[in-house]
């Protein structure tokens, strides 16, 4: 089951990222949904389940980018993020919205330093020195995740609420 | 089943993974060198595990062989240490023979450039007092030599034969204080007497005041005392005063090394001056 809502997140999230993102910020990718669904899968499940997801979403970034990049980057970056993140879930309390924030902040920052690391490790391309970017996408991905999680926490119990309110009976 | 079960071995499992993925990604790059970085990553990290299973074999043969297997460099050492000391004798004793083949290759060009007819002699001893400056040479009576015949080496006069036995001969030397010889001056011809000062140095006497004698000036022989050869080099003027007198004070630095002899020509032929005298006396005896 766990594993069908990680194949399942990730793929809306590629839908998400090859669709709407690039229209967010006038062009500039600022959020990267599959890496919110990884650290978020981490989070919720654990290093293993975020080691998974970082796998299969990675490759599956990698593969549909195939044309620019080498295949396994992006996954390389992805496991080792969700492993980290997974293993800081169950170390550490991160259930309030800062601590999430601060997860999803350092995660992608992670993310980012093995991407580009590795990239220029192997000379294959020269990505120059993106600061800014990133930082304001590990804004952007703290943000998303921390609504991500309130949505996820808070939705079936708005529900739940809209359910015995209308089973509740009317006074006359 | 634990064994199996990779939530209780997600060290594991994430190592694999990563090895995974980087091999993938090597599998797909190539380095600088247009190799696939997977076989140059393999053939990198195997080499440096070649190279540190050379260095801990180096070391431990290099342990063997400096600090246990030594049972047979003490003997090596020994036989080597005699090896070098008499190799050191034998240098030394090929250094002797080349300074005295030297010396004795100067006496033999000395003497193929004169005409007069010398013969080579050894000195074997020195005077018995320092008062006294003479030298003893191996060849006496038996092989020509007799007294107030000259000795010179090719740097210049040495002295004069005042005693010949058979088999050896006492030579005064020029330094000495009773020893003398006629000199001049070479470059202004001015003429005088060299005469021993008793040290390592000359004397010349009776110049006169009027003489064009400088510093440098080079000292050789007159002829005239039916001794010395005319022209052989005696010294060079060290140094000249006036004394007041009618001749001056001049000291002469001697052309040969006192110190350092070891072989001389002594000259057989007959100066004119003593040809002359000879002839001289035996008219008179007439």
Do not use: C
């Amino acid at each position: 089951m766990k594993v069908l809502w990680v194949v399942a997140g990730t793929a809306l999230a590629l839908a998400l990222q090859t669709t709407a993102a690039r229209f967010l910020a006038g062009g500039a990718i600022i959020v990267d949904f599959v890496l919110v669904v990884v650290i978020y899968a981490a989070l919720a499940s654990g290093p293993v389940t975020g080691l998974f997801a970082g796998t299969f979403a990675g490759f599956v970034q990698d593969t549909l980018s195939a044309g620019s990049g080498v295949i396994g980057i992006g996954g390389l970056a992805k496991t080792i993020v969700g492993f980290l993140t997974g293993l800081v879930g169950t170390q550490f309390i991160v259930a309030q919205g800062p601590s999430r924030f601060v997860t999803f902040f350092i995660g992608t920052l992670l993310h980012a330093a093995m991407f580009i690391g590795v990239s220029v490790l192997l000379g294959l391309r020269d990505l120059g020195r993106p600061y800014t970017a990133v930082l304001e996408q590990a804004v952007g991905n703290a943000l998303v995740g921390v609504i991500a999680f309130q949505l996820a926490e808070f939705a079936p119990g708005a529900v739940e609420r809209r359910r015995l309110n209308s089973r509740r009976p009317r006074r006359p | 089943m634990s064994l199996l079960d990779f939530r209780q071995r997600s060290g594991y499992l994430f190592l694999a993974v990563i090895v995974g993925h980087v091999i993938l990604i090597s599998a797909q790059v190539n380095s600088r060198g247009g190799v696939p970085v997977l076989e140059a990553v393999t053939f990198g990290a195997f080499s440096e595990a070649q190279r540190g299973t050379s260095s801990v074999v180096g070391a431990i043969r290099d342990v063997w062989n400096r600090y246990l297997a030594l049972r047979a460099v003490r003997d090596e050492n020994d036989t080597l240490q005699r090896e070098l000391a008499s190799a050191r004798v034998k240098l030394q004793e090929q250094a002797a023979l080349l300074g005295r083949a030297e010396g004795l290759a100067r006496l033999l060009d000395l003497k193929g450039h004169t005409s007069l007819s010398t013969t080579a002699a050894a000195i074997i001893a020195s005077g018995a007092t320092s008062d006294f400056r003479t030298v003893t040479l191996d060849k006496g009576s038996v092989h020509g030599l007799s007294k107030d015949m000259a000795v010179i080496v090719p740097s210049g006069v040495v002295g004069r034969v005042v005693l010949a036995s058979a088999r050896a001969s006492k030579v005064q030397l020029l330094i000495d204080r009773n020893a003398a010889a006629g000199a001049l001056i070479e470059r202004s011809r001015a003429q005088g007497v060299v005469v021993g000062a008793g040290e390592d140095t000359l004397r010349l006497d009776f110049v006169s005041e009027v003489s064009d004698v400088v510093v440098g000036d080079q000292v050789v022989t007159s002829g005239i005392d039916g001794i010395f050869p005319k022209g052989f080099a005696i010294g060079r003027v060290s140094d000249v005063q006036k004394s007041g007198g009618a001749y001056r004070r001049i000291s002469v630095q001697p052309a040969v090394g006192f110190g350092s002899l070891e072989d001389v020509l002594v000259v057989l032929t007959p100066t004119q001056a003593a040809l002359a005298a000879t002839v001289g006396s035996t008219g008179a005896a007439k």
